[in-house]
């Protein structure tokens, strides 16, 4: 079933210990569509200013995605981002960011793009988020990332945003960050607990709903899934080299709504979440194994494939039958 994303189509300056990299394609929403791409249909809707080329347009249009929602604002500037990684890049120092075309952005989406019925909503301010949900209200899943900075100053509409959709996908730490809650289950069922207003429900024209799905991130770690009827959490696909993180944990959301995008008949159930997260796991670990989009414009289902055997069998272990003391 297609997938529309909104978020950030973008020019990326980026320095790591292994090198670095000027003005290169990157956004959330181009790293999720990337991903995502394997799995289903991709509808991308975002800004971009005259100085994006061709060249990266044909980049999402060589993994089928469908562009057509890239609005080109005359004499306006693409989003720029700039940052720098600590030595274990464990650590990010955002450099500099430029709105450009991204200031008064306002989301305008196709026929085709609000009649997707999967939607994600990547990490833009949270009244756009909720205005682009409004526009399609009979969506089957709909997921949503955010940042630090929308925490900090706009909590009031992203948790209306959150209490729109079905899954949140955050890094652990905006987590604990926007409950308050130190601890990261508590946490995620805390978010599990929001539902929208009674009137924003009836406008929508659906029942309460609320998060059903809550994805933290870990980085290096893993990422973890807790649901109302359960948790799982996955390491990371162990590599020995990473070249660059950014756009990692768009390119995992995009291996995870893909994943359940592509399976439009099967209840959300955590079974099928589980395997998601596997998908959005191994997407993520190329990812980082080059700079910016550049492992994953030339990856190949087969290699996807092989890394979700390799990743299920480093992770599953037997029944120990022994007896224990005590
Ligand atoms: P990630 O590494 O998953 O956090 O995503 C990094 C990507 O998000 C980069 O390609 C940036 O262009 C983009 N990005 C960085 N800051 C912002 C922001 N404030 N709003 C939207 N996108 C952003």
Same mark, same amino acid.
């Given at each position: 079933?297609?997938?529309?994303?909104?978020g950030s189509i973008a020019y990326d300056t980026v320095k790591?210990?292994?090198?670095e990299r000027e003005r290169m394609l990157g956004g959330a929403a181009v790293h999720?569509?990337?991903?995502?791409?394997?799995?289903?249909?991709?509808?991308?809707?975002g800004p971009v200013g005259d100085d994006f080329g061709e060249r990266q347009l044909?980049i999402l249009?060589?993994?089928?995605?469908?562009?057509?929602?890239v609005?080109l604002v005359?004499?306006g500037k693409t989003f720029f981002w700039q940052g720098?990684?600590?030595?274990?890049?464990?650590?990010?120092?955002t450099l500099d960011t430029q709105l450009g075309v991204f200031?008064?952005?306002?989301?305008?989406?196709?026929?085709?793009?609000?009649?997707?019925?999967?939607?994600?909503?990547?990490?833009?301010?949270?009244?756009?988020?909720?205005?682009?949900?409004?526009?399609?209200?009979?969506?089957?899943? !709909?997921? $949503?990332?955010?940042?630090? @900075?929308?925490?900090?100053?706009?909590?009031?509409? %992203? *948790?209306? +945003?959150?209490?729109? =959709?079905?899954? !949140?996908? $955050?890094?652990?730490?905006? @987590?604990?960050?926007?409950?308050?809650?130190?601890? %990261? *289950?508590? +946490?995620?069922?805390? =978010?599990?607990?929001?539902?929208?207003?009674?009137?924003?429900?009836?406008?929508?024209?659906?029942?309460?709903?609320?998060?059903?799905?809550?994805?933290?991130?870990?980085?290096?770690?893993?990422?973890?899934?807790?649901?109302?009827?359960?948790?799982?959490?996955?390491?990371?696909?162990?590599?020995?080299?990473?070249?660059d993180?950014t756009g990692?944990?768009d390119?995992?959301?995009?291996?995870?709504?893909?994943?359940?995008?592509?399976?439009?008949?099967?209840?959300?159930?955590?079974?099928?979440?589980?395997?998601?997260?596997?998908?959005?796991?191994?997407?993520?670990?190329?990812?980082?194994?080059?700079f910016g989009t550049e492992?994953?414009?030339?990856?190949?289902?087969?290699?996807?494939?092989?890394?979700?055997?390799?990743?299920?069998?480093?992770?599953?272990?037997?029944?120990?039958?022994?007896?224990?003391?005590?």
């Amino acid at each position: 079933m297609p997938i529309t994303v909104v978020g950030s189509i973008a020019y990326d300056t980026v320095k790591t210990p292994f090198g670095e990299r000027e003005r290169m394609l990157g956004g959330a929403a181009v790293h999720f569509a990337l991903a995502a791409s394997f799995f289903d249909d991709v509808r991308v809707v975002g800004p971009v200013g005259d100085d994006f080329g061709e060249r990266q347009l044909a980049i999402l249009r060589t993994r089928g995605v469908d562009v057509s929602d890239v609005e080109l604002v005359a004499g306006g500037k693409t989003f720029f981002w700039q940052g720098e990684y600590g030595w274990d890049l464990n650590s990010r120092e955002t450099l500099d960011t430029q709105l450009g075309v991204f200031e008064g952005f306002s989301p305008k989406l196709s026929e085709d793009s609000r009649s997707s019925d999967v939607l994600f909503l990547a990490n833009i301010q949270p009244d756009l988020q909720l205005d682009v949900r409004g526009q399609l209200p009979h969506a089957r899943f !709909v997921a $949503l990332d955010s940042m630090d @900075l929308w925490i900090n100053i706009a909590r009031d509409s %992203l *948790v209306r +945003a959150i209490e729109s =959709v079905d899954c !949140v996908i $955050l890094n652990d730490a905006e @987590l604990r960050q926007l409950t308050g809650k130190p601890n %990261l *289950v508590s +946490a995620a069922r805390e =978010v599990l607990s929001w539902v929208p207003a009674q009137s924003a429900a009836s406008a929508s024209g659906e029942g309460v709903r609320g998060p059903s799905v809550i994805v933290a991130k870990q980085g290096e770690y893993g990422a973890a899934l807790v649901t109302r009827e359960g948790f799982f959490a996955l390491p990371a696909y162990p590599l020995e080299t990473v070249i660059d993180p950014t756009g990692a944990g768009d390119t995992f959301a995009g291996g995870f709504v893909g994943y359940i995008a592509a399976h439009p008949d099967d209840e959300l159930s955590d079974e099928l979440l589980r395997r998601a997260m596997a998908h959005a796991t191994v997407l993520a670990s190329f990812n980082v194994e080059e700079f910016g989009t550049e492992r994953i414009q030339r990856l190949s289902g087969d290699e996807i494939a092989a890394r979700i055997q390799e990743l299920h069998s480093m992770t599953q272990f037997s029944g120990v039958p022994l007896q224990l003391r005590g």
